[in-house]
């Protein structure tokens, strides 16, 4: 259990690390709007936000 | 002034809390907000600065430590885990400590913090001096640069500061420098920068304009704006982006006062997953606004005005002074709040590794001055470290002036800052690193850092000469600080990072393969790598516990009883002179104590769960469980041992019972021996001397027929007794096994043959026959023939004392079967009962029940019979039925 949140973690990082750099990044890097907000500030939180709740239900989920 | 006073009674109260032993900073949202220390002034002011031109290339900065905070499970951990069970006290430590404890390394590593760090507590002095400046209504810098110093606020932004950190964070000296009520000061400012920039967010976003959408929907409009919706459009470039994530990735874990805060300030690795999340979300939220607002500072101030300051411009434009106050407020929480922790950690280190021994050194080993206050004087060596590293960064940004703003100059610290990396996680997870490896990488690091950052900066300022900037260092193109190597079309910061890391981790792996540590960087390596080996299961127990003190009583009385919980409280009253009486709260150390003795009472593992119950920890964890199972295991293991240990000490009783009840019947039968022996001698004994003395009174009464016959009767008698004792001496010969044999070639015919003749008187006196049937084959076999005689004797006269008078016959045979050779002497006289003839060739045993009276014999014969034919490689056996008769069958190997 242990061993596998830390295996879970540890995709965690690489997975958004590819999806907050070059050349996944380059996708959304336009001056264009998203739902009334630029597409690249939109993406970037968007991740961000996916991040922490990826995290919060791995080592929340441990009871 | 209120502020500061509000931030000093935090701190007051929060260090009696803890001193009465009830930590309010144990808690993983206190520890997850300290870590917001990261937040500075950087952030409150200069990300909206660095968005006016970079976009949104600022948020590198919050989402490198967002992406490794999954890591933190394993990394943090492992440095907090390793730091305790070391007592490490500050990075420099942490390095030297992994590298043989090595002191040169800590002066090297706390030289590159400290100049690492300057530029960065100068832009704290800068901005809030700027903070300063705008609600005075005056140019943001003004008096820096012109004039002397006494005319800079900045010089007095830095004294403040300097007084300020030094209260704090030398307020009182801790062994493990921990400082609770630091920490609760600094979450409490978290809360308070965190608020502070939402609010001028929400009042931008929602108060001047109508919201994200009316917002980014006018600056789409703005030409000067809409070009920061884009990394392609503000002129990031992908590597810069990338450079700037992994150097704050890097930073969160690295700078001095994170890992004072993180590490060193730690209460417990299990606030670590809580962080993990609780973090991040802070980095986001305090982000969220950051974009809004420099676009509308864009979009309203045209470039009229600083843009690190937009923060404290705009509300200030808009009319709301009492906004921009709290939100200077914000702001000087973020500064204070760094440079407080920051130069805390750096003269830690700054006195432990270089004043401290500086000052040992040169007063040699005086007693006396050492134990009269000493940590008095550590304390004061304390102060002024903190005064040399602010003045340092007041001379510094002196020195570079308005002309970077904020961040530029922060990230000429970061990247000061990853030089460390590859000592502390190369040294975390590679047992091979060298001392030698971490001295050389990190010295090449850091010079690469001075000669591609702070020294050009420090040129442009006019401070050294400038040309090495545009022609190379002594004019070789090959050395351009901004373009080393020929490396051209990189930013500043992302060149000197590429650069810098890419040689400090080169030499630290090169040097460090192709030296050898030594021992104690050996030991240290093994520790520092399979920490968890070292902790074992326990890894909790250097960390501090708590509970209330009924809870723990609860449980012990349980589990030992009232009476042996009430004797172990008192021993720990008296063993450490308090009274638990009034304490509500257990202290830590009672806790290991009860959890010591509940442990003898139901095992570690039991004893931990238990006390987690109680403790104000998180619940069990199933990786405890698979210990506890573990443990069991082993304990089930160690059970199965002891009752293989059990049969067999079961298997030696029963033979030792055996033994004895052995040695208890041949005990009974000597007895038996004896008393039948002395009865043998004591009757001819008696009979000789009733004769002799018949003989001696009455020798001239006694007719010549007469005393010749008695005579007779004494030879006899005398014979038995010789008999007797030969055969006594016989059996002792045979037990001891040392009775001489002479083997030759005999005819077993000849032995049989010889004592029949002998014994016809005997047989005749009887009137009993004896048969033997003289076979025409040689017998041959290799024996000692007085002893195959007395066989043959001993045989007959057994069979001669059952036979019955008159009618008794001995059947002798002797035959040859295949290899061979059987002796057979049968009678046909009272039998052996079948009970009794496994018995009959034991010493000491005689046949004498069935109403014959005691028969003749000392109970030896077949036992010596038995001796011999064994000696000769034969076997003895007896075939009988009571009345019937017996047959003794006697078998040699021809």
């Not at chain 2, 002594?474 to 060149?495: C, N, T, V």
Request: glycine fraction near 6%.
């Amino acid at each position: 259990m242990a061993d596998d949140r830390k295996r879970s973690l540890l995709f965690i990082f690489t997975f958004f690390l590819f999806l907050i750099t070059y050349p996944i990044l380059g996708i959304f890097d336009h001056k264009t709007m998203t739902l009334g907000m630029p597409t690249l500030f939109f993406y970037l939180f968007f991740v961000w936000l996916g991040l922490i709740i990826a995290v919060g239900l791995v080592v929340g989920n441990k009871r | 002034m209120l502020y500061i006073a509000l931030l000093f009674y935090i701190a007051w109260w929060v260090d009696k809390r803890a001193d009465r032993g009830a930590s309010v900073v144990s808690n993983p949202y206190i520890y997850a907000l300290s870590l917001a220390v990261y937040c500075t002034a950087w952030t409150f002011f200069g990300s909206v600065g660095r968005a006016t031109s970079g976009g949104l290339s600022f948020l590198a900065v919050y989402l490198g430590p967002s992406l490794l905070a999954p890591l933190w499970y394993m990394l943090l951990r492992k440095m907090i885990l390793i730091s305790k069970n070391q007592r490490i006290t500050s990075i420099a430590d942490f390095i030297s400590s992994r590298y043989g404890k090595s002191s040169n390394l800590a002066i090297l590593v706390t030289v590159i913090a400290v100049t690492g760090i300057v530029p960065y507590i100068s832009i704290q002095l800068r901005a809030v001096t700027q903070g300063i400046n705008v609600l005075a209504n005056l140019s943001p810098n003004a008096g820096n640069l012109e004039g002397y110093f006494w005319k800079d606020a900045a010089f007095y932004v830095a004294l403040a500061m300097a007084i300020f950190a030094a209260v704090f964070g030398t307020r009182k000296l801790d062994p493990n420098e921990r400082h609770e009520g630091l920490v609760a000061a600094i979450a409490f400012e978290s809360l308070v920068k965190l608020l502070a920039f939402l609010a001028v967010g929400i009042f931008v976003t929602y108060s001047i304009y109508d919201g994200f959408g009316d917002l980014f929907a006018q600056a789409a409009l703005n030409e000067a704006t809409v070009k920061l919706f884009s990394f392609q459009s503000s002129g990031v470039t992908p590597f810069a982006w990338f450079v700037l994530i992994m150097l704050s990735l890097f930073a969160i874990i690295l700078l001095p006062r994170q890992f004072h805060i993180s590490v060193v300030e730690n209460t417990t690795p299990r606030h670590i997953p809580k962080a993990m999340w609780v973090f991040p979300l802070y980095l986001l939220l305090i982000n969220i606004f950051v974009l809004p607002v420099a676009l509308a500072g864009k979009m309203l101030f045209d470039g009229s005005v600083l843009p690190d300051t937009y923060v404290l411009s705009l509300p200030l434009k808009m009319g709301a002074p009492w906004l921009a106050l709290a939100t200077f407020i914000g702001g000087f929480s973020a500064a204070t709040g760094m440079v407080v922790v920051e130069a805390t950690a750096l003269s830690i280190m700054f006195s432990n590794h270089i004043l401290v021994p500086l000052l040992i050194r040169s007063r040699g080993t005086s007693n006396e001055t050492k134990k009269t206050g000493f940590s008095d004087r550590l304390l004061d060596i304390r102060r002024f470290s903190i005064l040399l590293m602010l003045l340092l960064a007041y001379l510094y940004q002196r020195a570079i002036g308005a002309s970077h703003d904020l961040v530029s100059v922060g990230l000429i610290s970061f990247t000061a800052a990853a030089q460390l990396a590859p000592a502390v996680i190369g040294g975390m997870y590679w047992k091979r690193a060298t001392h030698q490896g971490a001295m050389t990488g990190l010295i090449t690091g850091f010079l690469v850092w001075a000669f591609c950052l702070p020294l050009p900066s420090l040129a442009q300022a006019g401070l050294i000469p400038n040309d090495f900037v545009q022609n190379g260092l002594f004019g070789i193109g090959f050395l351009k600080p901004y373009a080393l190597f020929g490396l051209e079309g990189m930013d500043a910061i992302s060149h000197a990072a590429f650069w810098s890391l890419l040689i400090n981790g080169w030499t630290y792996a090169i040097v460090s393969i192709n030296t050898q540590p030594n021992m104690l960087t050996l030991t240290q390596a093994n520790i520092f790598v399979n920490i968890q080996n070292y902790i074992g299961g326990q890894d909790w127990d250097i960390l501090k516990r708590e509970a209330k003190m009924f809870d723990l009583r609860n449980v012990l009385n349980r589990f030992l009883g009232e009476n042996r919980t009430q004797i172990i409280l008192q021993e720990y009253e008296t063993t450490n002179n308090i009274s638990l009486k009034n304490e509500k709260n257990a202290p830590s150390d009672l806790i290991n104590f009860a959890e010591t003795h509940l442990a003898g009472a139901i095992g570690a593992a039991s004893a931990r769960l238990m006390l987690d119950n109680v403790t104000k920890e998180e619940a069990i964890t199933l990786d405890e469980v698979m210990r506890i199972l573990e443990q069991t295991k082993e304990a089930v293991a160690h059970s199965h041992i002891m009752e293989t240990k059990n049969a067999e000490l079961n298997t030696l009783t029963t033979q030792l019972t055996d033994a004895n009840e052995q040695l208890k019947t041949l005990d009974r039968l000597k007895a038996d021996f004896i008393t039948t022996i002395t009865h043998e001698i004591r009757t001819p004994v008696t009979s000789i001397r009733s004769l002799s003395k018949i003989i001696l009174d009455y020798r001239n009464e006694l007719d010549e027929k007469q005393i010749s016959e008695y005579l007779q009767v004494l030879v006899n008698e005398s014979n038995r007794i010789s008999r007797l004792i030969n055969q006594v001496l016989d059996i002792e010969k045979l037990q001891s096994e040392t009775m001489p044999y002479s083997f030759e070639k005999i005819d077993l015919r000849e032995i049989v043959q010889t004592p029949i003749a002998g014994m016809q008187q005997l047989f005749a006196e009887k009137n009993i026959r004896c048969e033997f049937k003289w076979p025409s084959e040689e017998m041959l076999i290799d024996g000692d023939r007085d002893k195959l005689i007395q066989v043959m004797v001993n045989l007959l006269s057994n069979a001669l004392k059952f036979c019955p008078l008159n009618e008794g016959i001995i059947a002798v045979s002797l035959q040859k079967e295949q290899n061979f050779i059987i002796l057979k002497v049968k009678d046909n006289g009272i039998g052996i009962p079948k009970s009794r003839q496994k018995d009959i060739f034991e010493k000491f045993t005689q046949i004498n029940s069935v109403g014959q009276g005691k028969p003749y014999g000392t109970g030896l014969g077949l036992f010596i019979t038995k001796k011999i034919v064994e000696q000769h490689k034969g076997s003895i056996r007896v075939e009988s039925e009571l009345g019937k008769g017996a047959s003794f069958e006697v078998t040699f190997s021809a």
